[in-house]
């Protein structure tokens, strides 16, 4: 059994957390955090769980875990993990601190980074691309929701070297922006359609390239920080009224021509064997992933025009959060990778 804590836990992705780790066979939960709810009980803040157990201070929350679950908004982490880390605790951090290099973090999120040394200490968590650079990693960057859906959709292209002139345009349901954020409420999000920092505003962008400019580089089975080739890409988001899910449309001019069979090839060998990846010919919905940590691909040839379009639908939550957190650790400890995670979603 692995003694777990989790930080943050009153957000959306705590939730997530709370919810997933208390049904994993290997996990015992140990303790966990609010800022917001400190020592008010676990109801308080999610009132669908029967619990009594009040959230803890960091120290008392940590004081006995060997793992620590970060659901904490960026900046925190990267002062916390220092210490963690020298007790001999491992992290998966759901935050943006260990995702990119240091340098680009600072000019995509504005913050100074307070512990770049750790950056080179951290392992990507996409575990379908950087799986076996997991392995026992004593910090994991989870990565982002957006990041998470287009990485995947664009990853069997930009391996294969079909990758030109890359368009994403993204749909996230309003648990994306986060339990405290503004700008949701219901009288502004219900029957409304948006898009939001577009032109290369989203801080997403710059993960986007970074994964894929290494995927570019030295294909599917890649350090985490060998060398990257860049290539800019355009990504505009988008705010759907709805509580969970992403859905990504690609547009890319390929390389080279490319045949709908040939296509349908690339990815079905690129993700053989991969639990959480269905590639179907069937266009994907964001019910259709509701509460699991698959990710549902598809892709279209226009024969038209000859560019390809790339769909790929996730739980933001599970998928884009705590579902791959729980994964990350799954591979880390060495446990089946399924383990504690729902194979199916949930409908209506």
């Not at 951090?93 to 307070?114: A, K, M, V």
């Not at 040939?262 to 060998?269: D, K, N, S, T, V």
Request: aromatic share 8%; proline share 6%.
């Amino acid at each position: 059994m692995v003694r777990v804590a989790i930080l943050g836990a009153s957000g959306y992705g705590g939730s997530e957390l709370l919810r997933l780790l208390g049904a994993h066979p290997e996990v015992e939960l140990v303790g966990f955090s609010s800022r917001a709810y400190a020592g008010r009980p676990l109801s308080a803040a999610w009132p669908h769980i029967d619990a009594d157990t009040p959230f803890s201070e960091v120290e008392e929350a940590v004081a006995e875990a060997e793992l620590v679950f970060m659901a904490l908004p960026n900046g925190v982490s990267m002062e916390l993990s220092p210490r963690l880390l020298e007790e001999g605790r491992r992290v998966i951090d759901l935050s943006g601190d260990f995702r990119l290099p240091p340098e680009l973090f600072e000019r995509w999120y504005g913050i100074e980074h307070r512990s770049p040394g750790l950056y080179q200490r951290a392992r990507y968590g996409l575990v379908e691309l950087f799986r076996e650079d997991l392995v026992g990693a004593e910090l994991v960057a989870n990565p982002g929701c957006y990041v998470t859906a287009a990485s995947l959709a664009l990853a069997p292209l930009v391996a294969a070297g079909l990758d030109g002139e890359i368009s994403i345009s993204a749909m996230s349901g309003v648990s994306g922006a986060g339990r405290d954020a503004g700008g949701t409420a219901f009288a502004e999000v219900n029957e409304n359609l948006k898009p939001y920092k577009p032109a290369g505003e989203h801080r997403h962008t710059a993960e986007i390239e970074y994964n894929l400019a290494r995927v570019r580089a030295q294909g599917r089975r890649l350090r985490t920080h060998g060398q990257a080739v860049e290539r800019e890409l355009l990504f505009t988001p988008h705010l759907v009224p709805m509580t969970r899910g992403i859905l990504v449309t690609s547009f890319v001019t390929p390389a080279k021509p490319v045949s709908q069979a040939e296509l349908a090839r690339i990815f079905a060998e690129f993700y053989s064997g991969e639990p959480f990846v269905r590639l179907t010919e069937e266009l994907p919905q964001t019910k259709g992933t509701y509460g699991s940590n698959t990710v549902w691909i598809s892709h279209r040839r226009d024969e038209r025009t000859g560019r390809l379009v790339i769909f790929a639908a996730i739980d933001n939550l599970v998928k884009g959060a705590s579902g791959q957190a729980v994964h990350n650790m799954n591979v880390v400890y060495g446990f089946p990778e399924t383990m504690g995670l729902q194979a199916h979603g949930i409908w209506p």
